[in-house]
């Protein structure tokens, strides 16, 4: 049972090291990188002599690129920004020892770091994510950019997280939020969805208190309402985004 951990980067000079450090029980580490301009690239060498160059397809066809890349019989797929730790990489490990009990696939929570607060709320902890299975079995599908691996096969879950540096500062998240919400609007429009003016007033109120509200997020301080805001202004920009694509060109 050969285990390659895949990574798909593209500038993650600032996470990279981190993450690729703590995979040295993997077999093999496949690293795709989609155009680097920073450092990226030299230091995952530093880890890894399969590190691969290929444009951006879109996030779930880059990782399922990563995994035509490895060799291994099981794939674990992480992003840059994540990191596993000690006690999982045990958990991992002994699974491996069992032939993995019988299961093609486990869930991995993630534990994430949000303007230098871990969140314990608001849904994000624990946030269960297929990132560990059996190669022959697994493919990542779903809407860009939030893809997920559809498994055949049973799965398990293992009980320590990894740790997900994902949004140290707001300069980070509202880059990211420009982005994802340009392919969250492109997904829906590709699938034939339609701008409603509901859509854009009761959804983001709806994600605000979900997350602040039933998830809780007011646990987590200062931190937990502007997340569950954000998340809120996510939402309407993803649905006006969708409006926008709509309009016909101006002349």
């Not at 879950?157 to 994902?166: A, C, G, I, W």
């Amino acid at each position: 049972m050969t285990v390659s951990a895949t990574v798909i980067t593209k500038n993650e000079e600032r996470n990279i090291a981190r993450c690729l450090a703590a995979l040295d029980f993997a077999d093999e580490i496949v690293v795709v990188d989609s155009g680097s301009s920073d450092r990226t690239v030299e230091i995952a060498r530093q880890y890894t002599d399969k590190v691969i160059a290929n444009p951006w397809p879109g996030h779930k066809q880059q990782k399922n690129f990563a995994i035509d890349q490895a060799s291994g019989d099981w794939i674990l797929s992480l992003d840059a920004d994540e990191v596993v730790t000690s006690e999982l990489r045990s958990e991992i490990v002994a699974a491996r020892r069992t032939g993995f009990a019988g299961r093609d696939g486990y869930y991995i929570a993630r534990k994430s770091f949000f303007l230098g607060r871990w969140i314990a709320h608001c849904g994000w902890y624990p946030d269960y994510h297929l990132r560990l299975f059996r190669k022959a079995k697994g493919r990542f599908g779903g809407l860009n950019p939030h893809d997920i691996v559809e498994l055949d096969g049973p799965a398990a879950r293992f009980k320590n997280p990894m740790l997900h540096f994902t949004y140290p500062d707001l300069g980070t998240y509202m880059a990211r939020l420009n982005s994802y919400t340009s392919i969250a609007a492109q997904e829906l429009a590709a699938r034939g969805k339609r701008f409603r003016l509901r859509h854009a007033v009761l959804s983001p109120l709806a994600t605000f208190l979900k997350m602040y509200v039933l998830k809780l997020g007011f646990l987590d301080g200062r931190e937990g309402l502007l997340l569950s805001a954000l998340s809120g202004y996510y939402v309407l920009v993803k649905y006006l985004k969708l409006w926008e694509s709509g309009l016909a060109p101006r002349s």
